[in-house]
């Protein structure tokens, strides 16, 4: 039974609702453009980032982030995300500094070539954009970003309503090391992050985070 190919019809349900899953197309999109970025970065400028990389840069805030804080916002493990960390660290992008709030802790930050090198590579993102702008239309894209901007804005509603509720239940053990954040004033900088994405989704028609 495990190994019996999907019927026809089944395979057919499935595409059908891939078609009309806006998530879905959202995914692949992403992904499709992430791949088409991170292969002309390498080409341009000889480095070997990989899609892997550039998916862990727009989740890095540039006060720093912490390991398991990054590890959950990408939705892999804390080793793996150690793994692609250190790796970013080799090339001269990334550091890792001590927390001022927890001796304990250290924040992964950008460095100044790595600022440097997330810059060149919005440029990237920034010219893959106008091309796309060339196939599908300049307003289409323009109100794509506006709709993007908007939705982004709403799951980050419900992203900090959900983390509230959380911290208010008391719930989840050592919730303030696995997230970054600890009762109160976390909220607050998880708001802070909030506002500084959604800022940089606005400056969308010139970069891209």
Do not use: Y
Not at 98 to 126: I, K, N, S
């Amino acid at each position: 039974m495990a190994g019996r190919r999907p019927r026809p019809a089944q395979l057919g349900e499935i595409e059908a609702k891939k078609r009309v899953s806006a998530g879905h197309l959202l995914l692949k999109a992403a992904r499709l453009l992430n791949e088409r970025a991170t292969a002309r970065v390498r080409q341009v400028a000889g480095v070997e980032f990989r899609t892997p990389h550039t998916a862990l840069l727009p989740h890095i805030d540039f006060e720093g982030t912490r390991l398991t804080e990054l590890a959950a916002r990408v939705g892999i493990t804390k080793q793996a995300m150690g793994e692609l960390v250190a790796e970013l660290e080799e090339m001269g992008f990334l550091r890792r500094d001590p927390d001022p709030a927890d001796a304990r802790a250290r924040l992964v930050r950008f460095t100044a070539h790595g600022r440097r090198a997330l810059l060149h590579g919005l440029g990237v993102l920034a010219e893959i954009e106008t091309e796309l702008a060339g196939e599908i239309g300049s307003l289409r894209m323009q109100r794509l970003r506006g709709d993007l901007a908007r939705l982004i804005g709403a799951l980050e509603r419900r992203e900090a309503k959900t983390r509230g509720t959380e911290i208010g239940s008391g719930g989840g053990g050592n919730d303030g090391e696995r997230t970054g954040t600890r009762a109160g004033p976390p909220l607050r900088r998880d708001t802070r992050a909030c506002q500084r994405r959604r800022a940089a989704v606005r400056l969308d028609a010139r970069l891209h985070e």
